[in-house]
């Protein structure tokens, strides 16, 4: 419970279909009535071709707060996976919190459940006893699937109270999918015997089975009856338009509120709650069809050709994103017209780009902090650390809204990167419908930048080993030349150009009395005074073993750069605590820049004066 409304959290797949759309719309109606608001946990595809333990998007489900949550409902046949819906009913019984089960048994929850198999028996029935069908055979989804199972025993049930034979070798399977079931239709074609009726377990498989009838001039329902399963809108785009039954998302909803009010309520509920699906005659089996035409296919044209367009700005933004250096930039690409009402959180490494996300073996998807990486709420646009218990910015004003958070987890190479909360001010099926389209290009496009950003990080790590010189940090002969030659590209004729050369003196005698490692030190601390004296922008390298150099481009105080060297070792010799002292040569020379200008003639002319000056220390020390 939050702000004294109690949290109703609701684990589904595939929102975007427009029979979820409809539950969702009659559920929240019926909550936000009773002071009570819906969470959507939602993964964008059916886990039933997966192994779930490898798919990234359920860890969306680890997003539930059971601390807070009041009911749990699992849509368990939308989501295809008894291992996820068990442990989501395992984890709210720790918490001891009501579970509701839609189209699924399972201890510890209520089960509110489609009737199928008596709104089956009524298309089944219909064919056989109205249309006197005698010759029948059935397309099941898998064998050993519960719901091909339950429809293959209700043909046989009907088809034997009615003197018809029915065996084996009338049952084909078509997988619940367009593919196999035209697969299982030419087998029946083939064997020359055509039925009077094809009964399908779902209205995929009858849509595709009924065109290949007729493509081999078989005429349906003239010849051959088809029926499908499950009233999906497309049952009215088909010709002739595909018997079936309806589920009443509307009335699952209602079923699903009820038995919600009673366990919030602390009653009882024994054995499952049935919802009856409607019989929907059509033209597939003779009978005449009352849909309304015009309204159908104006809904079906405004969903698909508004998906199309935002297909192809999504993409746009993924490649943008992925393109970016900056995280804040990257982000801003999301300020679209395609993408509103939403927030996207991240896991707080993700925004770290030294950091090998896809490489850390993670304990759980999501970190206790966590990082804010947009809010189309903010303009302008702020990037921060939010907490993982506080979910999204202004959770109490969102849930006042009325209407649900949706969450979906985003994910890249199979790795959860952070998940997006969606609030639609309204269940328009167009909004619901891209929710799909902006999972996967958010988590394409953000998932890519932090994976392109490290290796961004990496190459220049690699760059940098080859540009520097190990011991001084300075930049490496190679290097300096690249950096001049870029240097004086951009200065104009007449500048004032310097080099500095500074030359540690006896280097052998340290080396020989205190090591070399005192040597590489000493080395060391000549080419930080040298950085340190020189102005910023300054190009400065290890030009040989004790040879350092510095680069400017623009007017500069030598006199002051010679003495800031001095001072730097200075400095060095009375805190080193050594028994000998540092000293350096210095050599320095200015000129315009010009088309003559050679930099190896300037670096010899500052390495005479060094020598000069090292002479000098060498005569005076014999004296």
């Known amino acids: 419970m939050i702000g004294g409304r109690k949290l109703i959290s609701l684990c589904i797949s595939r ?70 819906t068990r442990s989501i009913i395992s984890r709210s019984k720790e918490h001891d919190i009501p579970v509701i089960v839609v189209d699924g048994e399972y201890e510890d929850s209520i089960c509110v459940e489609f009737d199928y198999p008596s709104g089956f028996e009524k298309i089944v ?44 070798s009338m049952v084909y399977y078509g997988e619940f999918w367009a593919k196999p079931a035209i697969a299982a239709v030419e087998k029946i074609i083939a064997s020359g015997d055509i039925p009077d009726a ?35 809108d497309e049952i009215d785009f088909t010709v002739p338009r595909i018997t079936s039954a309806s589920t009443s998302y509307q009335e699952l909803a209602d079923k699903v509120f009820s038995a919600l009010q009673a366990l919030l309520s602390g009653e009882r509920i024994e054995g499952s709650i049935k919802v009856e699906p409607v019989l929907l005659l059509n033209e597939s089996c003779g009978c005449t069809s009352s849909a309304d035409d015009s309204r159908m296919l104006r809904s079906f044209n405004n969903r698909f050709y508004h998906y199309q367009d ?15 250096k900056e995280m804040l930039s990257a982000a801003e690409v999301l300020y679209s017209d395609v993408v509103e009402n939403m927030c996207c959180i991240i896991n707080k490494e993700c925004a770290d780009n030294t950091h090998d996300y896809y490489r850390t073996k993670r304990e759980k998807p999501f970190g206790d902090t966590m990082f804010m990486f947009f809010n189309s709420d903010d303009i302008p646009l702020r990037q921060y650390d939010i907490q993982r218990s506080d979910i999204v910015p202004d959770l109490e004003e969102k849930l006042e809204s009325g209407y649900p958070l949706i969450f979906n987890c985003i994910y890249f190479m199979n790795m959860p990167v952070g998940y997006i909360c969606f609030c639609f001010r309204n269940y328009d099926i167009t909004e619901y419908g891209k929710i799909m389209a902006v999972a996967n290009a958010i988590g394409r496009g953000v998932g890519g930048f932090v994976n392109m950003r490290y ?45 500095v050369l500074s030359d540690l003196d006896g280097l052998k005698e340290i080396n020989d ?57 200075e400095e060095h010799n009375a805190d080193s605590g050594s028994s000998y002292k540092l000293s350096a040569s210095i050599g320095i020379v200015s000129e315009k820049l010009s088309d003559k200008t050679d930099i190896e003639e300037l670096i010899e002319r500052a390495d005479k004066l060094m020598y000069i000056e090292k002479r000098s220390k060498k005569k005076k020390k014999e004296i």
């Open 15 to 84: 929102l975007h279909d427009i029979e979820n759309n409809r539950f969702i719309a009659r559920l929240n109606e019926q909550l936000r009535n009773q002071n009570c608001s819906l969470l959507i946990y939602n993964i964008t595809t059916d886990l039933f071709w997966k192994d779930s333990d490898l798919r990234s998007e359920i860890a969306v489900f680890d997003l539930i707060d059971y601390e807070r949550t009041d009911a749990v409902i699992i849509m368990d046949e939308k989501i295809k996976s008894h291992a996820v």
């Open 125 to 168: 029935r219909h064919v056989i006893e109205e249309h006197g069908a005698r010759n029948v055979r059935f397309i099941g989804g898998f064998k050993g699937n519960r719901f091909s199972d339950e429809r293959e025993e209700t043909v046989r049930k009907v088809a034997a109270e009615n003197g018809i034979p029915f065996d084996e």
């Open 198 to 232: 094809v009964f399908c377990a779902n209205d995929i498989m009858a849509i595709n089975v009924s065109s290949v009838f007729m493509n081999h001039g078989i005429k349906v329902p003239e010849q051959v009856i088809v029926t499908g399963f499950d009233g999906i």
């Open 310 to 324: 935002e297909y192809v700005k999504l993409n746009g933004i993924t490649d943008v994103i992925q393109e970016k």
């Open 455 to 499: 290796q961004r990080y990496l190459i220049e790590r690699v760059e940098s080993m080859y540009m520097y010189d190990y011991l001084t940090g300075l930049y490496n002969r190679t290097s300096f030349n690249k950096k001049y030659n870029e240097a004086i590209s951009e200065l104009p004729y007449g500048s004032e150009i310097t080099v």
């Open 513 to 569: 009395n205190y090591g070399h490692f005192s040597g590489d030190r000493a080395i060391s601390t000549v080419a930080s005074a040298l950085k340190k004296a020189c102005p910023p922008g300054a190009i400065c390298v290890r030009y040989g073993g004790d040879e350092m150099i510095g680069f400017i481009a623009g007017a500069c105080d030598k006199d002051a750069i010679t003495a800031d060297i001095r001072a730097a070792i």
